[in-house]
């Protein structure tokens, strides 16, 4: 952690604004490959809009925002996929009612033939998809079922694994384990920790400081639009990150409004 | 981009043999229409004599082709999320350009019927471009263009014509060789099938090549099937939209130089109501109408069930009053049987 590279991602003092509305001011983090970058906040604290700029879905209003050290705006997802970043939504980004090697290879379909007869190569889409899914463990019976059938860990993993192999340097993930149980939330904080071993950059955003601590290097606290803290994981602790994850001072007075009948 | 494939053999799992053939076709979006295809020509069979007779089949199936050609590219709209109110006016639209420009020009008719095409996919392409520019549902959208179209249509057909409807052109160079590619009739085995069949069933094939084989139709069931999706993972949406809108006009123009081939003069206020028809056939074919899901041979499935119904009724000699009736209830019933299917298929999946 103490080489000192270029980083793959660096934001530094990154603003958005709506309109009048202050979404984002100040925000300051780093992903190196091989890390994992976790981004805490509760509900409101400007994780998306940090995800929607770092995915290039939003232009950002001030800061520099740099990519393996070129300081960019990213026009639009496309721009972000080329030069390497790859977004997993909340939502998936997957179609549900799309069989699985058809969302797998959405928007990057290989094709064969030339000129009219042009095609996609769906025997490689299909076997590629297979393929990978099995690497993660997945082992599906059929890459043609519609990928809304599949559980919410095994659609997180297809989705990891689509960016992994289309040669993502950088892994945005939104809230990988926010629906999910305790062991499908298992599965894929491996699958996390997976892509971290291969080398790429990841940035988790969470709001669930058990989950960040297990794998991150870094943690970014937001809170209210505005970083409220930066910490590596040899200068923090758990306990440490949960309190200020969780408003500090304002979770002592909420126990003792909580705790007052039962003492009384 | 390497992949890590296992050998070939590993690519169709082994368990795959264990799918029964019918949960695959129970899996397969025009399977309702099929069956109520068979039904409806199981009736009609049954109920007029004449129905089952060969020339009855190219007349049935004429009808169909005039429905079917619009209902495909209806049907992979409404695959990509949209409807197009405007589509059956347009059909009108493109034969009044090309019979006017070429009567007032005095030009080969080649001539009206390129500016036809090239003004109609402008009709296409205006449909898709404010779509996805305001953002706006495609019903008001499209709503607005076929209110204006039809008052074009009649307002300029009289401006210039004095009439409501345009002067023969049938004198006139160049109208033999185009009426035998629009409007000419092959007499196969007997029967006298339109030309206009042969249109269709090329469109069909097309159609499902470009959404089973392409990647414009992976494109297409996912604008549909999630558009946010979608555009998060690098597909063009607006144009894969702005596409689907000239595809709708690109066959409105082949409909439109039928309509005008075939009976010389164009009446100004047709196509009205047509619309609707080639969204029900796409709907009865089992397009999702939220969208991503559907198929162009359920589009032909549909506008055959429409084919057989309306000529089947006056082959019964009943009075035609009640195909509308026969339409509604096979609507219905067809929607309602696709979404039984569809859950039945995805429970067991």
Known sequence: ?264 | MSTTAPPAKDAIDERLLHTSPLRRLLGRPELGSVVGAAAVFLFFSLVADSFLRAASLGTVLYAASTIGIMAVPVALLMIGGEFDLSAGVMVTSAALVSSMFSFQMTANVWVGVGVSLLTTLAFGFFNGFMLTRTKLPSFIITLGTFLMLTGLNLGLTKLISGTVSTKTIADMEGFTSARSLFASELVLGGVALKVTILWWFALVALATWILLRTRFGNWIFAVGGGSDAARAVGVPVVKTKIGLYMGVAFCAWISGQHLLFSFDVVQSGEGVGNELIYIIAAVIGGCLITGGYGSAIGSAVGAFIFGMTSKGIVYAEWNPDWFKFFLGAMLLLATLLNAWVRKRAEATA
């Not at chain 1, 076997?127 to 919410?152: K, Y």
């Not at chain 1, 950088?170 to 996390?192: F, I, M, N, R």
């Not at chain 1, 923090?236 to 990150?241: F, H, M, N, W």
């Open chain 1, 1 to 264: 952690m103490t080489a000192r590279q270029t980083p793959l991602v660096e934001l530094d003092g990154v603003s958005k604004y709506y309109g009048n509305i202050r979404a984002l001011e100040g925000v300051s983090l780093e992903v190196h490959a091989g890390e994992i970058t976790c981004v805490l906040g509760d509900n409101g604290a400007g994780k998306s809009t940090l995800i929607k700029i770092i995915a290039g879905l939003h232009g950002h209003d001030a800061g520099t925002f740099r990519v393996e050290g070129e300081e960019t705006s990213l026009a639009n997802p496309r721009d972000a996929l080329d030069r390497g970043i790859a977004t997993v939504y909340q939502d998936l980004a997957v179609v549900p009612l799309m069989p699985v090697w058809r969302n797998f290879f959405l928007g990057s379909e290989p094709t064969k033939g030339a000129g009219p007869f042009k095609r996609l190569d769906v025997d490689r889409m299909r076997r590629t998809t297979h393929a990978e899914l099995l690497r993660m463990g997945i082992d599906l019976r059929d890459v043609d079922q519609p990928i809304g059938t599949l559980s919410g860990g095994e659609r997180q993993c297809v989705a990891i694994a689509r960016a992994v192999h289309f040669g993502a340097k950088v892994l945005v993930l939104d809230e990988p384990t926010a629906a999910l149980g305790v062991k499908q939330s298992g599965v894929v904080l491996k699958y996390v920790a997976a892509a971290r071993d291969a080398g790429l950059g990841v940035v988790l955003i969470t709001h669930n400081p058990h989950h960040a601590y297990l794998v991150g290097d870094r943690f970014v606290l937001l809170k209210r639009g505005s970083m409220s803290g930066s910490h590596t994981k040899d200068s923090i602790t758990l306990d440490e990150l949960t309190r200020q994850m969780a408003g500090g001072s304002e979770l002592e007075d909420l126990r003792h409004e909580l705790e007052r009948p039962s003492s009384s």
